[in-house]
């Protein structure tokens, strides 16, 4: 697996100099990752992570899966950071709670077009189910507010949690499924989208197997923008190229109004040719979008399962 960079114990008297006495860990976003913020942060709405907006300072979490963390830190090379105008000036291991393995690097970020120097710190955590990265990052400005004891006790306390099942991040989902027609759940993405597929638990392969994927979206779209959005929405169809609009046009779904579209396209990987039906659901103040992908000889038989789940799904 290759990982690209661009993703983004201290004593007990030091921990009480930064840390609330008895202080919890929280879980930012409902993340599997938590930790104590500095006194001053507060979690930033829908985004795993914290921030003092007035300091313009904010700790970022990164969920990645559990191989990752040999990866990054076996192959681990400051130039990468420093395409990034990151300098490291220190890098060290630390333990963790439980006895979880960790890196921490400590430099600064330049802002060439803003002419500003960021502090930086950068924990490379390696949990048993997964491998968190937690950045920290804000102007040297903000160092009397935020010293380097207080950020370094703070992310001393990152621990982790087991993810939650399928049927937990279902239930976080904004709709329901009255029938699943044969499709099981591959992926939740996040608390608004889930992917499904018809396979053996392997990453989907669309020349293969058919997928489906459901993502809830909040605002209106008005009538007369409805058939570009359509349009806009299926050319961004993921694992395809290619793809060609064969027909389509609104109509009703869950009586609701929507827009229907079917496309010819090709398989990014193998190039062999496959179908997507994409099907948009317009309601005043959010709106759901449904696509389909399956190889192309199968289609047919597979676009009964596809609209019996565009018909099965109901916003909570």
């Not at 970022?60 to 899966?65: A, G, S």
């Not at 935020?146 to 306390?157: F, G, H, M, W």
């Not at 007369?224 to 064969?246: D, Q, T």
């Amino acid at each position: 697996m290759r990982l690209v960079f661009r993703i983004a114990a201290l004593v007990l008297p030091l921990l009480a100099l930064s840390l609330p006495a008895a202080a919890q860990a929280v879980f930012p976003n409902q993340s599997t990752i938590g930790l104590v913020p500095p006194q001053g942060m507060s979690e930033i709405p829908n985004v795993p992570g914290f921030q003092d907006r007035d300091a313009k300072a904010s700790i970022l979490v990164l969920e990645m899966p559990q191989p990752a963390f040999q990866e990054i830190t076996s192959h681990f090379a400051p130039q990468e950071l420093q395409k990034q105008n990151v300098t490291v000036e220190e890098r060290r291991d630390v333990e963790l709670a439980d006895g979880v393995k960790a890196v921490l690097l400590k430099g600064y970020q330049t802002i060439p077009n803003a002419g500003a120097t960021l502090k930086k710190w950068i924990l490379i955590a390696g949990g048993k189910q997964q491998t968190g990265m937690i950045t920290v990052q804000f102007p040297e400005e903000a160092s009397a507010r935020y010293p380097d004891k207080a950020v370094e006790a703070a992310l001393k306390t990152v621990v982790f949690r087991a993810p939650p099942s399928n049927e937990e991040l279902m239930a976080r989902l904004p709709f329901t499924f009255d029938d699943m027609e044969g499709y099981k759940v591959f992926k939740v993405l996040g608390a608004s989208a889930v992917l499904l597929t018809k396979g053996d638990g392997t990453e989907p392969d669309p020349a293969t197997q058919p997928f489906f994927i459901v993502a809830a979206g909040p605002g209106e779209v008005r009538e007369e923008e409805r058939e570009s959005v359509a349009k806009r929405a299926i050319a961004s169809v993921p694992g395809v190229k290619e793809l060609r609009v064969e027909r389509g046009g609104p109509l009703r779904i869950g009586g609701q109004p929507g827009y229907e579209l079917i496309a010819n396209a090709l398989d990014a990987k193998s190039g062999k040719p496959v179908k997507v039906a994409q099907w948009l659901r317009f309601g005043r103040t959010s709106n759901l979008r449904m696509v389909g992908v399956a190889p192309a000889s199968s289609f047919d038989a597979d676009f009964g399962g596809m609209r019996g789940l565009r018909d099965g799904i109901e916003l909570r």
